[in-house]
């Protein structure tokens, strides 16, 4: 998911690090699915290589902003999640 901010000035992506989760909170219908896996550092970036993408070909402001509020626990998957985030912020990476 893509969120262009009010200001038009930035876009924030909403990321997933898991399919499913086993957290099975009340207020949440992913976790009424149960966990099926967690994503690889490769999947995780995938959404965000997507995510750059969908918003130059459809002229939404530049990608400032990453959250980790779709499918899963983010700590579930701490590895995969951290080996993103450095990529994410790598210079060599998406340098953001």
Do not use: W, Y
Request: charged share 15%; hydrophobic share 45%; net charge negative.
């Amino acid at each position: 998911v893509v969120i262009p901010s009010p200001n038009g000035l930035f876009s924030t992506v909403c990321v997933s690090s898991q399919v499913g989760c086993m957290r099975g909170c009340a207020f949440c219908a992913t976790g009424a699915m149960g966990l099926t896996r967690s994503l690889t550092t490769h999947e995780i970036l995938e959404q965000l290589f997507a995510a750059l993408v969908a918003c130059k070909r459809n002229g939404m402001p530049p990608i400032r902003n990453i959250v980790f509020m779709g499918m899963g626990e983010p700590l579930d998957n701490l590895d995969s999640v951290k080996s993103a985030l450095e990529v994410m912020q790598d210079p060599f990476g998406f340098a953001l």
